[in-house]
Nanobody, 126 residues
Framework: QVQLTESGGGLVQTGGSLRLSCAASGRTFNTNIVGWFRQAPGKEREFVAASRWSIRSQYYSDSVKGRFTISSDNARRTVWLQIDSLEPEDTAVYYC???????????????????WGQGTQVTVSS
């Protein structure tokens, strides 16, 4: 089993920044990638970004490219999501997920991830 714990969410004004953290523990050797997803009320869970543990490769959805930055520390098994220039449309619960996924195209699909954190709320006021 792999445990994922997110932190760093909160209430910010439009244009502000947040840094979300995801700490992984347990049998993380069973995973090769960590992703961030978000889910707004009444909407489906949406891929945001992903990073592979062993290779410094990052992947982003087009909707957040340029404002979101994912980074990771393999030794500490921690992944961060830096969010800049926040917009009210970014309001959502942000989830960290981990899995063993081979194809890049599969990184964006929630069902391909085996482990999920509890989520952290990000609220952006206008």
């Amino acid at each position: 089993q792999v445990q994922l714990t997110e932190s760093g969410g909160g209430l910010v004004q439009t244009g502000g920044s947040l840094r979300l953290s995801c700490a992984a523990s347990g049998r993380t050797f069973n995973t090769n990638i960590v992703g961030w997803f978000r889910q707004a009320p009444g909407k489906e869970r949406e891929f945001v970004a992903a990073s592979r543990w062993s290779i410094r490769s990052q992947y982003y959805s087009d909707s957040v490219k340029g404002r979101f930055t994912i980074s990771s520390d393999n030794a500490r098994r921690t992944v961060w999501l830096q969010i800049d220039s926040l917009e009210p449309e970014d309001t959502a619960v942000y989830y960290c997920a981990a899995g063993r996924i081979i194809l890049t195209a599969d990184y964006t699909i929630p069902r391909n991830y085996d482990y999920w954190g509890q989520g952290t709320q990000v609220t952006v006021s206008s």
